[in-house]
C-alpha cells in the first residue's frame, strides 16, 4: 500500500506564507506526476499545481507568481510554497501522486487534506 502525508497547513493572515509538504511512502517503484489540489467549502476539487519527474511545474491561473511547487524525489515528497495568500485561498489542500508499484500501471493516490486558512 502506499501512504500521501500532509503538513504544514494552519491560519495566516492575508500576505502571508505557508509551504505544505506530502511525504509518499509505502511500496514505491518509482512516482511521476505529484499535485496539489484545493477544495473550498462549496465548490468542487481544483488543480492548483502539477509537478512532473522531471520537476516541470503546472500551475492554475490563480496562483500563478504566488505559489511555488517542487519536489525532492529522493524522498518522495512534495512540496507547495504559498506566498501573498488570499483568503480566496482557504481550503483543503490536497496532494495526489500517480505511483508505480510494479506490474502495467500507474496508480493515483490521494492524502488525507491539511487546512489552509487565511484570514483578512
Known amino acids: 500500500q502506499v501512504q500521501l502525508v500532509e503538513s504544514g497547513g494552519g491560519l495566516v493572515q492575508a500576505g502571508g506564507s505557508l509551504r505544505l509538504s506530502c511525504a509518499a511512502s509505502?511500496?514505491?517503484?518509482?512516482?511521476?506526476?505529484m499535485g496539489w489540489y484545493r477544495q473550498a467549502p462549496g465548490k468542487q476539487r481544483e488543480l492548483v499545481a502539477a509537478?512532473?519527474?522531471?520537476?516541470?511545474?503546472h500551475y492554475a491561473d490563480s496562483v500563478k507568481g504566488r505559489f511555488t511547487i517542487s519536489r525532492d524525489n529522493a524522498k518522495n515528497t512534495v512540496y507547495l510554497q504559498m506566498n501573498s495568500l488570499k483568503p480566496e485561498d482557504t481550503a483543503v489542500y490536497y496532494c495526489?501522486?500517480?505511483?508505480?508499484?510494479?506490474?502495467?500501471?500507474?496508480?493515483?493516490?490521494w492524502g488525507q487534506g491539511t487546512q489552509v486558512t487565511v484570514s483578512s
Open positions: 509505502g511500496s514505491i517503484f518509482s512516482i511521476n506526476s
Open positions: 495526489n501522486a500517480e505511483v508505480y508499484r510494479g506490474g502495467s500501471a500507474f496508480s493515483t493516490y
Open positions: 509537478i512532473s519527474s522531471g520537476g516541470s511545474g
